[in-house]
């Protein structure tokens, strides 16, 4: 089955502390992985995605499919990086690809 | 350019009454999703739409849960009758292109639903 999981609901770190918001994934194939943000009051969107291998925000996600995992780390966080995150899966289904979320981690830092 | 567009963005109802959403994506984008979210959930597709042609709709309660994209443009997604589970944010996206490629998903600012 596909699925991702987010064990953490809640994670509460300070200003200038690193953040690691963890996601592991369930999925027989190649996957493509997802980091999706929504800030207060705006719209889910797009942070990164695995194949860019991009660092957007100072945020950066590494595959390890030994692991089955695509943690989000951020070395040093700020107050506006508090958001809720969600990682998400593209499975095929039919030949199309779909979105599968994990339920979510709310990242607050705090000055 | 414009984002995804969804109304109304909230809607308070009694059960077994019906309700009607709308969604206008990006001009130009193919794909249209329609995504519940459940309060403490993250997003689960209900119904993937590939111009005017359902493509996945595997998660969509059919017996209550409708949704039609006309024209390849704008798309309703109904409730009929609504049940208290029902309550969700219910979002619309849309794409590019689907098909076999990921492409990024833009999201509307979804509608908030409430059934009492």
């Known amino acids: 089955a596909q699925r991702v999981t987010q064990p953490e609901k809640l994670l509460s770190v300070f200003k200038g502390a690193p953040v690691e918001l963890k996601c592991n994934y369930s999925y027989s194939g190649s996957p493509e992985l997802f980091w999706y943000v929504q800030y207060s009051r705006q719209r889910l969107q797009l942070l990164l995605r695995?194949?860019s291998r991009e660092s957007i925000k100072g945020f950066t996600a590494d595959l390890n499919k030994g692991e089955t995992s695509f943690h989000l780390k951020k070395p040093f966080a700020q107050e506006e990086d508090s958001a809720m995150y969600y990682c998400a899966l593209s499975g095929s289904s039919g030949g199309y690809n779909k979105l599968i979320f994990g339920a979510g981690t709310r990242l607050a830092v705090h000055p | 350019e414009a984002g995804v567009a969804q109304s109304p963005r909230y809607k308070i109802i009694e059960k077994r009454q019906s309700v009607a959403f709308w969604c206008n994506p990006i001009s130009g984008h193919a794909t249209l999703y329609w995504y519940q979210q459940i309060l403490g959930q993250g997003p689960k597709l209900l119904i993937q739409?590939?111009?005017?042609?359902?493509?996945?709709d595997s998660q969509l309660p059919k017996d209550r849960f409708s949704a039609e994209r006309l024209k390849g443009v704008d798309s309703t997604l109904k409730i009929q009758p609504a049940k208290l589970e029902d309550s969700a944010v219910y979002l619309c996206a849309s794409s590019l292109l689907g098909g076999g490629q990921p492409y990024e998903q833009y999201f509307g600012p979804g509608t908030r639903l409430t059934v009492t």
């Open positions: 739409f590939q111009n005017n042609g359902v493509v996945d």
């Open positions: 695995h194949i």
